[in-house]
């Protein structure tokens, strides 16, 4: 997954995670259904008992005895929306077999459009055809001047637009559950790709740690050991081992800089050491000669076609090996390094003459784990183990065909 991406895939994921922050606030700032639902049912009892005073009727208790019953299974409207519609349905026959014509058959349709909101199509569809029913009934019994059959179409506009309206809140409130779930879905992804990225920057680390430190150690080790080895018989070699570690501990300590600077984008030394590459190794070669290792490198090919983090690559490789050959080899080992640099690949061999050295494939160090997370990044693969004929051999073959390179913002993996 490359950077933009992942920072197109946080974008979303923070703006969903708002939306679903949003959509949580706003429920937790409403009352409860039930008292919401109560609350709307007294408004809805009022407003049309006020309805009803004033145009049809003049006994207050035909009034209440209708409106209330017919009103008040409005306060359970969410829990059981079908329930509560068949029961005001029942009521309104009542009322029509009594031949009491009052506005509260309008509470009707609020039923109608709770149903097309909360309950399933089939039961919507059910309470239209119920409610349709109720509609011809009405339109047959309280038309005048033969208008029954405008009553009709009029009352029936009203029962199909709320449950239309009904059925689109239905589909927004499911719109806004899959929104939700996806905010979560979404930051979820986010805090696993930002683990990977942690970890993946951590063996990096790790990797450039071990190559660095371990290789120049060694190296220190095997000239600090040579010094005192020589130092009673051969006083001028002993001093030129010491010079040569002192050599190589500033090295470390510029490869450790250089390291930090990359890793630091304020480090304006980053600009001023290079990486190293293939042109380096024949400075690693002379390092690990001083350190008592024979070692002849060969270089073919034109290494300046090839990309930086692949020949940071190949260097990293050549360096592991040889550092594991001067760990482990016993004196009086020869290695051979030969690199070629071809158009589609660079190939990396490393050899010596010794018994089995090197670390074995099972090993729980960081080694020959790091030369196959490196060659992997190109699409390649390590093989390390001894040889027929005796000796130790390190083999890589990194793709430069640009499709399994792995890269973050231009700096090699």
């Known amino acids: 997954m490359t950077y933009a991406h992942g920072a197109a895939v946080r974008q979303r994921a923070e703006s969903w995670r708002a939306l679903a922050v949003r959509v949580r606030l706003r429920a937790r700032a409403r009352l409860s259904p039930l008292a919401l639902d109560a609350l709307f049912a007294a408004t809805v009892f009022g407003a049309l008992s006020v309805m009803a005073r004033r145009p049809l009727h003049d006994h207050l208790w035909i009034i209440v005895g209708f ?82 059959a405008e009553v009709f179409i009029g009352l029936s506009a009203m029962v199909i637009a709320a449950s239309v309206i009904g059925s689109n809140m239905r589909g927004r409130r499911a719109e806004m559950a899959l929104l939700e779930e996806r905010a979560v879905r979404l930051e979820h992804e986010r805090d696993q790709q930002a683990q990977l990225a942690v970890a993946g920057e951590r063996s990096r680390i790790a990797r450039e740690m071990h190559d660095i430190v371990t290789h120049n150690l060694s190296v220190m080790v095997a000239l600090a050991d040579g010094a005192v080895f020589a130092q009673d018989r ?157 000796g130790w051999q390190v083999r890589a073959v990194l793709a430069l065909n640009g499709k399994d390179v792995l890269a973050l913002n231009g700096k090699e993996a």
Not at 94 to 104: E, M, N, S, T, Y
Not at 315 to 339: D, F, S
């Open 67 to 148: 409106t209330f019953p017919m009103v008040l299974p409005l306060v359970w409207r969410r829990r059981a929306p079908f329930a509560v519609f068949l029961t005001m349905s029942a009521v309104a026959f009542v009322q029509w077999c009594a031949d009491q014509r009052l506005p509260a058959d309008i509470a009707l349709l609020i039923a109608l459009y709770t149903v097309a909101a909360h309950a399933s199509k089939q039961r919507t569809w059910l309470a239209v055809g119920v409610l349709e029913g109720g509609v011809f009934l009405a339109a047959v019994r309280w038309a005048v001047d033969d208008r029954a």
């Open 234 to 390: 051969t006083p001028e070699r002993a001093t030129a081992a010491m010079r040569q570690v002192s050599v190589t501990g500033r090295q470390a300590i510029t490869d450790m800089r250089r390291f930090l600077g990359v890793l630091r984008a304020d480090e304006p030394d980053a600009l001023r050491h290079p990486m190293p590459a293939i042109a380096q190794l024949e400075p690693l070669a002379d390092q690990v000669r001083a350190a008592g290792l024979p070692t002849v490198l060969e270089v073919s090919g034109d290494p300046s076609t090839a990309p930086a983090a692949a020949q940071l690559t190949a260097y990293r490789l050549v360096q592991e090996a040889l550092t594991n050959t001067l760990k482990h080899a016993p004196p009086g080992t020869r290695a051979t390094v030969r690199v070629g640099c071809g158009a589609q690949e660079i190939t990396v061999d490393v050899t010596d003459d010794g018994p089995a050295t090197g670390l074995p494939a099972s090993t729980t160090g960081h080694g020959l784990h790091g030369m196959r997370e490196r060659a992997a990044a190109f699409g390649g693969e390590l093989t390390a183990g001894p040889r027929p004929g005796g």
